[in-house]
T-cell receptor, first 116, second 111 residues
Framework: DTGVSQNPRHKITKRGQNVTFRCDPI?????LYWYRQTLGQGPEFLTY????????KSRLLSDRFSAERPKGSFSTLEIQRTEQGDSAMYLC??????????????FGQGTRLTVV | GDSVTQMEGPVTLSEEAFLTINCTYT??????LFWYVQYPGEGLQLLLK?????DKGSNKGFEATYRKETTSFHLEKGSVQVSDSAVYFC??????????FGGGTRLMVKP
């Protein structure tokens, strides 16, 4: 397994356009997380899935953001009507979560979004 | 809610100097604690972890001890190298939920 894969690595879009990012987690990892990281800051939690169920969403995730994991494997994060403030690195991570454990997450390389 | 506080950077050291990056946390219950590292142009990589009080995580010469009494997880290395230059993030997971990160500390090691 080659780890968590994210596509595209870079995306430049005009303000108001919609963008979609894809994340392929490590095989058989049941948990998948999305984070956002702006320059000089730590990653901020956006949302996470256990299998296909979206279990939690941050208040950072406005109505313009939607995430899916339809078959419990890959996930997509869509941002509608992008704004300049959406410019950031979007990180995906996965983990082999087990009840009662605090298992670390494995991160992809991220998708850098620039809204112009 | 849970939170992690790290010392602000950048931290600039000469090669072979001793490194300490402070990290304290606020959380209910019994979180697991982590240090992640982000090298220039790369993704986050797990550096080390500790899952219960008094555990010591270690990897690549780095160490951190889970101190419940002081709610701390300071990162140390006895002799840094230029190749250790990166951004270091302290993080916790509580009750099997998501990672909560500190703001990161940039380390620059000069030859």
């Amino acid at each position: 397994d080659t780890g968590v894969s994210q596509n595209p690595r870079h995306k430049i879009t005009k303000r108001g356009q919609n963008v979609t990012f894809r994340c392929d987690p490590i095989s058989e990892h049941n948990r998948l997380y999305w984070y956002r990281q702006t320059l000089g800051q730590g990653p901020e939690f956006l949302t996470y899935f256990q299998n296909e169920a979206q279990l939690e969403k941050s208040r950072l995730l406005s109505d313009r953001f939607s995430a899916e994991r339809p078959k419990g494997s890959f996930s997509t994060l869509e941002i509608q009507r992008t704004e300049q403030g959406d410019s950031a690195m979007y990180l995906c991570a996965s983990s082999p979560w087990d009840r009662g454990s605090n298992t670390e997450a494995f991160f992809g390389q991220g998708t850098r979004l620039t809204v112009v | 809610g849970d939170s992690v506080t790290q010392m602000e950077g950048p931290v600039t050291l000469s090669e072979e100097a001793f490194l300490t990056i402070n990290c304290t946390y606020t959380a209910t219950g019994y979180p697991s604690l982590f240090w992640y590292v982000q090298y220039p142009g790369e993704g986050l990589q797990l550096l080390l972890k500790a899952t219960k009080a008094d555990d010591k995580g270690s990897n690549k010469g780095f160490e951190a001890t889970y101190r419940k009494e002081t709610t701390s997880f300071h990162l140390e290395k006895g002799s840094v190298q230029v190749s250790d230059s990166a951004v270091y993030f302290c993080a916790l997971i509580n009750a099997g939920n998501m990672l909560t990160f500190g703001g990161g500390t940039r380390l620059m090691v000069k030859p």
